[in-house]
């Protein structure tokens, strides 16, 4: 069946692009542009929930950012709305909504802005989703990505950063996970796009000479976090009464990355730019640059693993209501545990993501009460 695409429109401060003239129009030409000293940055995913955390930074740093988002029905869309609501507060923000895969969409909008660096985000998430629904992977996580790198070479930016997982390490056993060892046993087709997506920056920063950073997520919560995610479905459960899942018999591990740490470690390595050395000898020992194109992967991780048991026992502890406990097998193509190790990311940026558990947790029930009134 022919994929069906909605026409893409671009919206500054809620008025659509075709009543405010042309972005060239309303801000000068490029170079006039840069004489405010303003980073611009395109942000894809900018209404999903790494993506809006994201973009608050950097527009709090005084940048102008773009977003590119589509705004999809794989999650409550009303809450994407509400966070593009909240950024569009902000007169250096402004967003194109449209699909990745759709043919000129992401190429105009890009041009139009012409960013200095990309932050790539968008795209098909979800390792249980990808069991049920596989193309939508491949259209937006293949096809997708592919049309944001043309982009970002015709552009020559800066800098081209974009999302993987944790979930591509796959089968690997030693942990914590670090950059450099193998990641050849992708478990789920989500792990496996993004693994593709990986190879194909990879190929485009050697034969382009394209500055690109690729980095892997583990485990992100945190306010205006996914319905899909545990914490969210966990915490909403519990407070209707309802049982919760858990797979595995709660004999899992997890990185649980809180979402403010993530985002901060993705705008200080927006300034790490990978430079291709001049010999393999040039790399530093666990550094995951390589040796044949200015190209890297870091992980961006807090560097601790939470028994899920643990996890439940202080959602628990915070709502002070015990959970219902449903204790499931594991599913397929999930994994015992995931940890990583962030040396690199401090090594690059001098951070570490550091948020404990419990009260990242506290930060989420207090926004999910308030936006819920539960």
């Not at 069906?4 to 919206?11: E, L, Q, S, W």
Request: proline letters at 5%; charged letters at 25%; one cysteine or more.
């Amino acid at each position: 069946m022919q994929q069906t695409y909605a026409i893409h429109v671009t919206y500054r401060n809620h008025v659509p692009l075709h009543d405010c003239g042309s972005l060239d129009n309303r801000k000068g030409n490029r170079a006039d542009r840069q004489k405010d000293g303003k980073m611009k940055v395109l942000v894809t995913g900018a209404a999903g929930f790494i993506g809006f955390h994201l973009s608050k930074l950097l527009l709090a740093e005084g940048m102008q950012v773009h977003g590119f988002d589509a705004m999809t029905d794989y999650y409550d869309v009303n809450l994407k709305k509400r966070r593009v609501q909240a950024l569009m507060q902000n007169e250096g923000f402004s967003i194109t909504e449209a699909y990745l895969e759709q043919d000129g969409a992401f190429d105009k909008a890009a041009k139009d802005f012409e960013p200095d660096i990309i932050v790539h985000l968008a795209g098909q998430a979800g390792v249980r989703y990808s069991l049920e629904n596989p193309r939508a992977y491949l259209d937006s996580n293949i096809t997708g990505t592919f049309n944001v790198m043309e982009a970002a070479r015709e552009l020559e930016v800066k800098h081209l950063l974009m999302a993987s997982t944790s979930s591509v390490y796959g089968a690997n056993e030693e942990m914590p996970f670090t950059e450099t060892e193998k990641a050849d046993t992708p478990m789920t087709f989500y792990a496996a796009t993004k693994k593709a997506n990986e190879a194909m920056g990879h190929s485009y920063a050697h034969l382009w000479n394209l500055p690109t950073t690729m980095f892997r997520f583990f485990t992100v919560y945190g306010p205006w976090g996914r319905p899909d995610m545990a914490l969210f479905k966990f915490v909403d459960a519990v407070l209707d009464g309802r049982p919760i899942d858990i797979y595995n018999h709660g004999d899992m591990y997890r990185d649980f990355t809180y979402v403010e740490d993530l985002v901060r470690g993705i705008r200080l390595l927006m300034d790490a730019v990978p430079i291709r050395p001049a010999t393999p000898a040039d790399i530093p020992d666990g550094d995951s640059l390589s040796p044949v194109a200015p190209y890297r992967v870091v992980n961006i991780g807090n560097s601790d693993k939470v028994r899920l048991l643990d996890f439940v026992d202080a959602i628990e502890a915070e709502l002070g209501v015990p959970a219902i406990r449903n204790y499931m097998d594991m599913q397929k193509g999930d994994v015992p545990a995931t940890w990583a190790d962030a040396d690199l990311l401090k090594a690059l940026t001098g951070y570490q993501p550091a948020t404990d558990v419990k009260d990242g947790i506290a930060q989420f029930v207090r926004w999910f009460r308030d936006y819920y009134g539960k």
